[in-house]
Structure formats: C-alpha cells, structure tokens
C-alpha cells in the first residue's frame, strides 16, 4: 500500500480559536522527532526527520518541552537534575531517566572511547542505553548552539514525570511499556484533552511502529498537554534555580 507523505493533520476546537501562543511537545523515534501540539483552538502532529525541520519546528513556538537531555557538564557523573528527578520518581522508575555523559564525551563516535573519557572526567562509565541516545542529544546540542535565542524556548522535560503530575496522587501507574501503563497512560490523555483519541488515531494510522512506537505517541501527548499549559500556569524546574553548563545552556527538568 502506498503511503502518505509526512504531513500535517490539524484538528480544530472552534470554541476555543483565540489564543496565538503556539507550544509543542516532542520525543524521539526512530525516524526523528514526533512533534504534537495541542493549543487551544487547534491540535497538530508532525514528524520531523532531519535537524533543519527540527530547528524550524523549534523556531516557531513559544515553548516545547523536550524528552532529551539538554545541557552537559563538564566534570560531574550526574547532572543534579537527573538526581532530583531520580528521587521524585521512585526506584521504580529511576531506570527510564537516561543521564547523559560529559560533554568531552561527544568528541567521539566509539563507546568504549567515550566512556574512558567519561571515566577519565568523571570517574564513572555511563550506559549503553545513554550511549544509543547520544546522536538525539548532539543533534539538539548543537542547535541550541547555533541558535541561543532557543534557550528561552526550548526545555528539557520528561514524560514519566509529567504522567505523575497528570495522575495527581493516583495509584502508581505500570510501566508504560506494558498493556496496562499503556492503557492507563491513554486514558489519563484522553480525559486531559479530548482531543487526544482522534489525534492518536490519525498518528498510528499514518505512521509504522518501526518509525514511531505507541510510547513515542503517548509520550509526545504528555510532552504537548503539559506544555499547552505554560501560558496559564508557571514553568517550574529541578533544580531550582537551574543550573547552567560550560556553554550556558541550562541543565534543568522542566514541568507545570
């Protein structure tokens, strides 16, 4: 069968067509970036396959929350956002917050060698699984970079904490990978937006699972429900103040 083209499907709420604040929320597949925006008056889903369509996504809101490290330091083994969030999510959930490595360490393209630097800064290896993230995090790097009027836009965040948020105190939720946390993790979408069951149809329905998995989905609804939230409600962080790396960029967790 042929399929579509990437493109853009748009639903619109007339009822609430009167805000011009655009926020996204983004999490990374296999083919990219899936990009969800869910602000009053209109929802809109994107897949972003190369750094440019990245930046020029970026460029046009007024805030994204990101599931991706941003910011790196230069000589400690954790970050202390990575820390704090550890604490908040309990052991249970402490394995899905990917710290990354030093930034020496994104020098070069081989494992084993970037974690002998890591080692040589730090005195710690770092995870094969921050390893298999590295090229999303350099490729986010090095657009904040490029573009530091970003900086005030663009924000680390991580789904698992926001779904907590969203739960507000419920049972704890299974892990998101299993039927269950899966199915709980949609429903508490769909109750935060109805626009949610609609727009997730369109996404699976246009997309293979082996370019953008359910949780890629579900974690970018969360991402964009939370950040169509920071026009009315402040944008907190761990920690508090953030801390900021070698290049200025700041290493925070950031949530509503």
């Known amino acids: 069968m042929k399929r579509k083209p990437d493109a853009k499907a748009v639903f619109y709420d007339i009822d609430t067509m009167n805000s011009t604040l655009k926020t996204a929320g983004i ?18 889903y994107d897949l972003l ?13 007024d805030c994204t929350f990101i599931d991706v490290p941003i ?43 970037a974690c002998d630097i890591n080692e040589a800064k730090t ?20 657009i904040l970079q490029e573009n530091p009027s970003l900086l005030s836009s663009v924000h680390e965040s991580h789904p698992e904490l926001l779904f907590k948020k969203l739960n507000r105190g419920g049972e704890p939720l299974a892990k998101k990978k299993t039927d269950e946390g899966s199915e709980q ?3 508490l979408l769909k109750r935060a937006d109805k626009r949610v069951e609609a727009l997730y149809s369109s996404i699976r329905a246009e997309y293979l699972k082996k370019e953008v998995k359910d949780d890629d989905i579900l974690d970018a609804f969360i991402l964009a429900i939370m950040s169509a939230q920071t026009p009315h409600r402040p944008i907190r962080t761990l920690p508090l103040p953030p801390e900021v790396d070698g290049k ?9």
């Open 27 to 44: 999490d990374g597949c296999k083919a990219g970036w899936l990009a969800i925006s869910l602000d009053r008056g209109r929802a809109t």
């Open 49 to 61: 396959r190369t750094s440019q369509e990245l930046t020029d996504y970026l460029t046009k809101n």
């Open 71 to 113: 910011g790196l330091s230069e000589d400690k083994p954790v970050r202390m956002c990575d820390f704090l969030l550890r604490r908040v999510l309990g052991s249970s959930y402490s394995s899905s917050v990917f710290g990354p490595p030093v930034r020496a360490a994104f020098l070069v393209n081989d494992y084993k060698a």
């Open 123 to 142: 005195g710690k290896r770092f995870s094969k699984q921050a390893w298999n993230i590295m090229p999303k995090i350099r490729q986010v790097d090095d």
């Open 185 to 187: 993790r949609f429903t």
């Open 248 to 256: 200025g960029i700041p290493m925070a967790i950031h949530f509503v």
